[in-house]
């Protein structure tokens, strides 16, 4: 039998990262083979991100390329996934005809049969409706982790209740949805059986697990039976909601020996003002008051966030209250974001928008404190003694392996793949921005 391939993009989000694997795994079980080859594909998919604008425009930039390699290949098939093809559904098709399959994010486990009805009828097909139901949460999942995989991503809620004014995941991914917890336990062993040791944990507000379910699950009660199960050496999750973050689960960093120290908790702006604009529903002094009990609960602990600047109507004053808030918190890690309407959300309906040239330059100011946050924390780090996961041979020199510490940086070091999937003590020696160096002790 003639072979079949099929080709797949991801943009944007460890959720979009870990869906895309599902469609992966749905496409190997019905015959096709994954390449890396894009002209040699009879199947390429697209998984989109719209929560950012520049995400959004690398999408449609790739699908618009994609029209001149079908015309190489008829019978190919194209589908679109995520985000944009949630919002935009059939428009899509007006504007990229080329598409043949348009699925939303609560089709993602459908994608195979729709391939199908589309070369049956020879039309696109188009499914963007929100399911009621569990099913699309309730993965029962057989996906095989990657070959030699040391870390694997776990889905345990889907969307959101919180309508933050600038985002836009609430309309497109559609009301907070929590896995069964049984479920997730069940995925989390046959990961640990294929000798994944690191799991993480995703959804767009993991604190608020179990919440929409009413069953009694709870996200502490999830970790407590996660960190149980034999081979989890590593839990991890994102993203948490400051809102959500209770003492409970504050209380979990070092008591569950496999909950890693470290924490991604986005914080957005400092400025109190701009935080309630943006229906965040905490202060600038709540987050802070968190960041000192998540450091007293797990001293050394790593807290990353986000960040937007340029909200409309942010004002120097306000700003300076951001940079004010790193000061005082000092994160380890940031991603800072300009500020970019999301159609449909209340954002891009105010009217006081920031100048981008007054964007461009708060940002570069922004980033440039992180940068001195980055480099002062990892240098603290130099001959201090690291537990390291190592997940791979790295990038830069085939006999250098590369893992993470607990804390979440990306560690380098002399080493052989047999220590791939093993936890090795590393003398730190040297440390960059993003990366640091070691030796094996
Ligand atoms: S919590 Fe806010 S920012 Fe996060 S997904 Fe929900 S609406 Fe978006």
């Keep these: 039998?003639?072979?079949?391939?099929?080709?797949?993009?991801?943009?944007?989000?460890?959720?979009?990262?870990?869906?895309?694997?599902?469609?992966?795994?749905?496409?190997?079980?019905?015959?096709?083979?994954?390449?890396?080859?894009?002209?040699?594909?009879?199947?390429?998919?697209?998984?989109?991100?719209?929560?950012?604008?520049?995400?959004?425009?690398?999408a449609y930039s790739l699908i618009g390329r994609l029209k001149d390699?079908?015309?190489?290949?008829?019978?190919?098939?194209?589908?679109?996934?995520?985000?944009?093809?949630?919002?935009q559904g059939e428009e899509l098709l007006k504007r990229l005809p080329c598409i043949d399959v348009v699925?939303?994010?609560?089709?993602?486990?459908?994608?195979?049969?729709?391939?199908h009805r589309?070369?049956?009828?020879?039309?696109?097909?188009?499914?963007?409706s929100f399911l009621d139901g569990d099913e699309t949460i309730n993965i029962d999942s057989e996906d095989p982790p990657d070959e030699g995989a040391v870390s694997a991503y776990v889905t345990i809620m889907q969307g959101c209740n919180n309508f933050c004014s600038f985002c836009v995941v609430p309309y497109l991914r559609g009301r907070e949805k929590s896995r069964a917890q049984e479920n997730i336990l069940n995925e989390v062993r046959r990961l640990?059986?294929?000798?994944?040791?690191?799991?993480?944990?995703?959804?767009?507000?993991?604190?608020?697990?179990?919440?929409?379910s009413r069953n009694g699950a709870s996200f502490p009660g999830l970790l407590q039976e996660?960190?149980?199960?034999?081979?989890?050496?590593?839990?991890?999750?994102?993203?948490?909601?400051?809102?959500?973050?209770?003492?409970?689960?504050?209380?979990?960093?070092?008591?569950?020996?496999?909950?890693?120290?470290?924490?991604?908790?986005?914080?957005?702006?400092?400025?109190?003002?701009?935080l309630s604009m943006m229906n965040r529903q905490y202060t600038r002094n709540d987050y802070i008051e968190m960041v000192g009990k998540l450091r007293a609960a797990a001293p050394?602990?790593?807290?990353?966030?986000?960040?937007?600047?340029?909200?409309?109507?942010?004002?120097?004053?306000?700003f300076l209250d951001t940079l004010n808030l790193m000061e005082t918190v000092r994160f380890d890690g940031l991603f800072s974001f300009k500020y970019s309407d999301r159609g449909g959300t209340l954002a891009a309906r105010q009217r006081d928008k920031v100048a981008e040239e007054v964007k461009s330059v708060r940002l570069t100011r922004l980033q440039s404190l992180q940068d001195t946050h980055a480099r002062e924390k990892n240098k603290a780090l130099e001959g201090r003694t690291e537990e390291?996961?190592?997940?791979?041979?790295?990038?830069?020199?085939?006999?250098?392996?590369?893992?993470?510490?607990?804390?979440?940086?990306?560690?380098?070091?002399?080493?052989?793949?047999?220590?791939i999937g093993k936890t090795v003590d590393v003398r730190i020696i040297k440390t960059y921005r993003h990366s640091l160096r070691g030796e094996k002790i």
């Design 1 to 58: 039998m003639e072979e079949r391939y099929f080709y797949i993009h991801t943009f944007g989000c460890q959720m979009n990262v870990q869906e895309s694997g599902q469609i992966a795994d749905i496409l190997r079980r019905d015959g096709y083979l994954k390449t890396k080859d894009i002209r040699k594909a009879d199947v390429i998919i697209v998984n989109t991100c719209s929560v950012r604008e520049k995400a959004e425009q690398k």
């Design 69 to 87: 390699l079908k015309k190489g290949k008829p019978g190919q098939i194209i589908g679109i996934g995520g985000c944009v093809a949630q919002q």
């Design 103 to 115: 699925f939303g994010t609560h089709h993602v486990r459908r994608v195979s049969e729709l391939i």
């Design 118 to 128: 589309s070369k049956a009828c020879g039309r696109p097909i188009v499914e963007t």
């Design 192 to 212: 640990t059986a294929k000798g994944v040791k690191e799991v993480v944990l995703l959804g767009q507000n993991v604190n608020s697990y179990g919440r929409s």
């Design 226 to 274: 996660i960190g149980a199960i034999s081979g989890v050496e590593r839990i991890r999750f994102t993203s948490s909601h400051p809102k959500d973050l209770t003492d409970d689960i504050i209380g979990c960093f070092g008591r569950i020996k496999a909950l890693c120290e470290h924490i991604h908790l986005p914080v957005q702006s400092g400025s109190d003002r701009i």
């Design 300 to 318: 050394g602990i790593s807290i990353t966030s986000d960040m937007i600047v340029g909200y409309p109507g942010e004002t120097e004053e306000d």
């Design 388 to 419: 390291v996961l190592v997940d791979g041979i790295s990038k830069n020199a085939n006999h250098d392996v590369t893992g993470r510490t607990r804390t979440n940086r990306v560690v380098n070091f002399r080493g052989a793949a047999e220590l």
